[in-house]
Structures are given as structure tokens and as C-alpha cells.
């Protein structure tokens, strides 16, 4: 199984939801990592979890929240999202050992904010 | 042809033809690149990556090209067929080795559109 899903694959919440983006992946991969794309623009990343544990976070917003319940599973929670956040969200996921860092990517999330 | 300005570049060429998609980075201490192929609707695909050390590296029907001194990637696709329509993006990592992870820096990206 190569493969990270996503779910959902669309959503559309109002600036006082509370919403949760979910990836899970069955590859036995140690990284996992959030990104968000907006259209006509490169994946640009957001936070990278290593053994399950934050390693980065790239100076993110609090409104996203990530969370790494147990090394086949990622969340992104939401909550009080601007307009501006509307753009597609993608998770991927990578081996832990230097052999290759090639990141398998879900097919992500197109979130809008209303 | 191939145009660069306020929008993602674009490649067109014809099926059958060969195509080469030119990337430029900027960390000299990047070490590890990675070629990806987004379709519209979907995740970046892995096409082909390299390392450092190396400066060609053959896949199936594609062979990246590393030119460390100007600091410059390309990707051939040989044979190109309507199906590698898509954005491709080349990207890289820093320092490859000191971490169990990659942080991915993604370029700009190129939309190749291949007509039959």
C-alpha cells in the first residue's frame, strides 16, 4: 500500500467553525508533513512531524492546529480561519532513514473559508 | 516554446517530441532534489530524484540533470505523450542526511502541455 489519503476532500466552513483535516497513511513512514498549496503556486510546507513528534513548524498561524495521534495518522484542526486560508491542503508522508527522502503525497483537501 | 514572467512558465510540444524543463535553486547547501509531476485535482506525483554527488540520473523515460556549479536541474521526458500534461515542480532539500525527515522547497513549477 503506497498510498495517504485524505479526508475530506472538500470543505467549506464559515470563519467561527471549528473543522479537522484528516491523513492517514499505512507505509510505516516515521514523517509526516502538512502543506498548503494556493492555486498556480508550489506546495509550500506548514509542519513536519518526525517519530510522531513536532519538528517543524514553519511560523504557522495558532488558527491551524496540528496533531499526531500515532504514526499512521495526521490531523490539521482549524479553527477561526480567514478567507486568505482558502487553498488546497496537502499531507504526505516519508521514510524515516536517509536512503531517500521522497515524500508520497494524499491527494488533499480543497478547504474554502466563507 | 517556453515563456517566464508573472505566470508559471509554460512548455508546449507535440506528442513524441522530447521535452526538458529547466529549474533553477538558490541554497547551495541543498543536497537532495526531487522532480514532481502535479495533475490538476491531485497530489504531487514522484517522478525522479537525485543526489548531490551525482549529476545525471536515468529513470524510465526521464533523466534529471544536475549542474551544481550554476546551480541548475532539468528534466528530460522522452517520448512525451498527452499524458505527462501537467505542472511539474523540482524541489529540494538542504542538508540531507542530518535529519530523518525532508524539508522540501518546492520551485516555482512549469505547466508542460503536450498536444497530440
Known amino acids: 500500500d503506497t498510498e495517504v489519503t485524505q479526508t475530506p476532500k472538500h470543505l467549506v466552513m464559515g470563519m467561527t467553525n471549528k473543522k479537522s483535516l484528516k491523513c492517514e497513511q499505512h507505509?510505516?513512514?516515521?514523517?509526516m508533513y502538512w502543506y498548503k498549496q494556493k492555486a498556480k503556486k508550489p506546495p509550500e510546507l506548514m509542519f513536519v512531524y518526525s517519530y510522531e513528534k513536532l519538528s517543524i513548524n514553519e511560523s504557522v498561524p495558532s488558527r491551524f492546529s496540528p496533531e499526531c495521534p500515532n504514526s499512521s495518522l495526521l490531523n490539521l484542526h482549524l479553527h477561526a480561519l480567514q478567507p486568505e486560508d482558502s487553498a488546497l491542503y496537502l499531507c504526505a508522508s516519508s521514510q524515516d532513514f536517509g536512503q531517500t527522502y521522497e515524500q508520497y503525497f494524499g491527494p488533499g483537501t480543497r478547504l474554502t473559508v466563507t | 516554446g517556453e515563456s517566464v514572467g508573472l505566470h508559471l512558465p509554460t512548455l508546449s510540444v507535440q506528442e513524441g517530441d522530447n521535452s526538458i524543463i529547466n529549474c533553477a535553486y538558490s541554497?547551495?547547501?541543498?543536497?537532495?532534489f526531487i522532480w514532481y509531476k502535479q495533475e490538476s485535482g491531485k497530489g504531487p506525483q514522484f517522478i525522479i530524484d537525485?543526489?548531490?554527488?551525482?549529476d545525471k540520473r536515468q529513470g524510465q523515460r526521464v533523466t534529471v540533470l544536475l549542474n551544481k556549479t550554476v546551480k541548475h536541474l532539468s528534466l528530460q521526458i522522452a517520448a512525451t505523450q498527452p499524458g505527462d500534461s501537467a505542472v511539474y515542480f523540482c524541489a529540494e532539500i538542504p542538508n540531507a542526511g542530518g535529519t530523518s525527515y525532508g524539508k522540501l522547497t518546492f520551485g516555482q513549477g512549469t505547466i508542460l502541455t503536450v498536444h497530440p
Open positions: 537525485i543526489r548531490s554527488n551525482m
Open positions: 541554497n547551495s547547501a541543498s543536497d537532495y
Open positions: 507505509m510505516g513512514h516515521r514523517a
